[in-house]
């Protein structure tokens, strides 16, 4: 599995939970082998798509960034800069929120956040790889509940 952009991320930071937001929908080939058509939905609003092996995140869809990150003025300490990790976050984000009714994995969406971030030049892509998949699981295992609002559908 080898994930790619199809083209640059935009985006703009703004103030709150979610400080990224997508100006311009994102589009990653996660080159898993699935096949169908599916939409992604949270509380009646259709977020992205997945068509075959490309996913498409759809222009408004909000991000908290990379985890963990700490900015003291202008210094970011723990991870990559949004720039070089946005296709990352956002296609990761997007995968965990949506693991539970999608035919994609949490696991899944760990390795597309290592193959993203690696192609962006992190360095790091290995060791961030490896916190992300042992923390961020076991801090969504233990902070996330089952929700209603978010749903997938295969379409015809």
């Not at 949490?106 to 360095?123: K, Q, V």
Request: aromatic fraction near 10%.
């Amino acid at each position: 599995m080898i994930p790619r952009a199809l083209h640059p991320v935009a985006y703009i930071r703004q103030p709150g939970r979610w400080p990224f937001r997508l100006v311009r929908g994102l589009a990653v080939n996660l080159d898993m082998g699935l096949r169908g058509t599916w939409s992604f939905e949270e509380r009646g609003e259709i977020l992205g798509m997945l068509h075959g092996d490309t996913l498409t995140i759809f222009e408004g869809y909000q991000s908290d960034g990379a985890s963990p990150c700490i900015i003291i003025g202008k210094v970011r300490l723990g991870t990559p800069s949004p720039q070089s990790s946005a296709a990352g976050f956002f296609t990761h984000d997007f995968m965990y929120q949506f693991a539970g009714v999608a035919p994609s994995t949490s696991r899944d969406a760990d390795n597309a956040l290592y193959w993203l971030l690696r192609e962006n030049g992190f360095r790091l892509s290995g060791v961030y790889h490896s916190a992300v998949a042992i923390f961020g699981g076991l801090h969504r295992r233990l902070t996330r509940r089952p929700s209603d609002t978010v749903k997938s559908h295969p379409l015809p």
